[in-house]
């Protein structure tokens, strides 16, 4: 059994792994035409640098699951409030990162330790109902 004294940015293969899976599912939030169909997300999509957002939300992933890195980009309320994003769209945000976590057989268990992170943001990223 793997011991919890091993943190999530360790199992996951540090930097170089959590880098090359943010980069498959960047690409794929960004073209994602049910993300797109909310027009405030689809300008902001086309106006920020796909590296750019690749490096913060790398440099985020790696911070949130116990690596050195420290998180410099804005807070999730301050970038998402005025994206006006719904539950809908959050789930077709979700099922984007099932999709990049099983192309790259990221383990059950790791799996669920990354949809719990995500899930903890939910509040601060979709629109009240
Ligand atoms: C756990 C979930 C999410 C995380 C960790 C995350 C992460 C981030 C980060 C790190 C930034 C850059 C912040 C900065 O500029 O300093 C950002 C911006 C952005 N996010 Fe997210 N995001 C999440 C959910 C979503 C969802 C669900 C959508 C779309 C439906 C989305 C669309 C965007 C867009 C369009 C921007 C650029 C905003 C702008 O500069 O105007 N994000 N996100």
Not at 66 to 72: A, F, K, V
Not at 83 to 93: V, Y
Request: charged fraction near 20%; proline fraction near 5%; include cysteine.
């Amino acid at each position: 059994m793997q011991s919890q004294a091993t943190s999530l940015y360790e199992r996951l293969g540090g930097v170089y792994s959590i880098a090359t899976v943010v980069d498959d599912f960047i690409d794929r939030i960004m073209d994602d035409p049910r993300l797109n169909s909310n027009p405030l997300v689809d300008e902001a999509h086309h106006r920020v640098s796909r590296s750019g957002f690749k490096y913060l939300v790398t440099e985020m992933v790696c911070w949130a699951t116990g690596g050195p890195q420290q998180y410099s980009g804005r807070s999730m309320h301050d970038s998402h409030a005025h994206l006006k994003i719904t539950a809908e769209e959050w789930e077709s945000f979700l099922d984007d990162f099932q999709q990049t976590l099983d192309k790259f057989a990221v383990p059950a268990a790791e799996q669920a330790e990354l949809f719990a992170i995500v899930q903890s943001t939910k509040p601060d990223i979709v629109i009240p109902a």
